[in-house]
């Protein structure tokens, strides 16, 4: 068992992953993406998932996102084991204690901007109140207060991915999960997407863990997991 410890010590954990494997079968194939992971994600941190191809960075943040199941090993999410949801309660934490980024921004086309970040609020039947007044302090937050009625297909990707940190933001969650989330930018245009991750980071206390395979993009985070085959490499 490999076991890996982000930095900041002192802080409770916010995700704890322990002993965790998954296997893939393809018809005659067998994958296992996940060989018994175990690492810990203090609060407040942003943390790196990194390793080559197939290493199992995309598997690890879907098990953490609870979008899919490990076949054994625990989860815990702001202290609280996964295995124990029903799946309403796993609906429910999935959208209101985590924000999710994607590689390809993941917008609804035929929604403005406004629209995409709004959208969770509404699916959660939030209360409206203050409600526009949130989306468009968001939207100011990453720069875009004036491109709020603006489908995705009228942004620039650097944009279309703003609009999505600050949908992921909208619920407030505690942690944000990130795919990725630079793969589609120019190094700049990466880069001020951790630049802004950061800054959320500071102000709300957001945990952000993202993937990449840049290492400028690396270089920011506060700590890094590094996978290999699987597992955590030493
Ligand atoms: N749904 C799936 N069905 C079958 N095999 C899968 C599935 N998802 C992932 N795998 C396999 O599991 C292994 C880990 O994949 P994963 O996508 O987690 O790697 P990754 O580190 O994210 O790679 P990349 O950097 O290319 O995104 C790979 O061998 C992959 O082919
Ligand atoms: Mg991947």
Redesign the pocket.
Same mark, same amino acid.
């Given at each position: 068992m490999n076991t890996s410890t982000a930095d900041s010590p002192g802080l409770p954990p916010v995700v704890t992953v322990s002993s965790v494997h998954k296997r893939?079968r *393809?018809g005659e194939r067998v994958?296992d993406?996940l060989r018994g992971v175990s690492l810990t994600i203090p609060a407040g941190t942003i943390c790196a998932i990194v %390793?080559? /191809? =197939? /290493? %199992?960075? /995309?598997? *690890?943040l879907n098990v953490i996102g609870l979008l899919d199941t490990p076949d054994s090993g625990t989860i815990r999410l702001e202290e609280r084991d996964v295995a124990s949801l029903n799946p309403t309660e796993a609906a429910r934490v999935r959208r209101t204690r985590l924000g999710f980024i994607f590689q390809d921004f993941n917008l609804i086309p035929v929604l403005s901007a406004f629209e995409n970040v709004e959208l969770p609020l509404r699916v959660g039947q939030s209360a409206k109140a203050g409600r526009r007044e949130w989306v468009m302090s968001l939207l100011d937050a990453v720069g875009l207060a004036d491109h709020w009625s603006h489908r995705p297909g009228q942004l620039s990707g650097g944009q279309q991915q703003r609009v999505a940190i600050a949908r992921a933001l909208v619920n407030r969650p505690g942690i944000v999960l990130a795919d990725?989330p630079t793969a589609n930018l120019d190094s700049a245009t990466g880069h001020s997407i951790l630049e802004l991750m950061h800054r959320f980071n500071r102000e709300l206390g957001t945990t952000f863990v993202f993937?990449t395979?840049d290492p400028a993009v690396e270089e920011m985070a506060r700590s890094v997991v590094r *996978?290999h085959d =699987?597992v955590v490499a030493a």
């Open positions: 893939y *393809l994958v993406a %390793g080559p /191809s =197939g /290493s %199992g960075k /995309s598997t *690890l990725e993937s395979h *996978l =699987g």
